[in-house]
């Protein structure tokens, strides 16, 4: 792509996994248990908040999407920790020469309470980025038992993401 200068970049990421049982639930890096002992299905560990987050780093660039850089048939990115794969595109920015000023997320879960592990969420995903935990936003929101995520089929993500040229 052409050489971006200056000024600032919006990026806007969105994901869903399928709830399964006999797989983990991991959302932001952290280990959750739900009730039923359901878990994300995927590839990888299937964090949709970090793939979320990452689509949208990709996504202010114009750098296409985490498939690209991780694709599901690549036997390298079984049973990835997606904290990593986000450490990988947060070097890949960096290397562009654009820094994050701040993340905006939120969580679309019926199950399980997911309040009292956002400031975890936020501290795994603030450590990888390089910045205060103040610059993560991570809210949780249940879909009141409408649509998939309502019926437990799933659990989603959106994320926006503001960088600024170094
Ligand atoms: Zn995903």
Not at 3 to 16: A, C, P, T, V
Not at 47 to 61: E, F, K, R, S
Request: aromatic share 4%.
């Amino acid at each position: 792509m052409t050489e971006l200068k200056s000024g600032f970049r919006i990026g806007n990421g969105y994901d869903m996994h399928r709830l399964v049982k006999g797989r983990e639930l991991i959302l932001g890096g952290v280990n959750l248990k739900h009730p039923d002992g359901l878990g994300l299905d995927g590839h990888s560990d299937a964090d949709v908040l970090t793939h979320a987050i990452m689509d949208a780093l990709l996504g202010a660039l114009a750098l296409g999407d985490i498939g690209k850089y991780f694709p599901p048939e690549d036997p390298k990115w079984k049973g990835a920790d997606s904290v990593e794969l986000l450490g990988q595109v947060m070097n890949l920015i960096k290397d562009l020469g654009w820094k994050v000023i701040n993340i905006d997320s939120v969580l679309v879960a019926e199950r399980p309470k997911l309040k009292p592990h956002i400031d975890s969420m936020r501290k795994n995903i603030a450590n990888v980025i390089g910045v205060e935990i103040e610059c993560i936003g991570v809210k949780a929101t249940t879909n009141e038992k409408l649509g998939a995520e309502g019926r437990e089929e799933g659990i989603s993500s959106h994320a926006v993401v503001l960088l600024e040229k170094i």
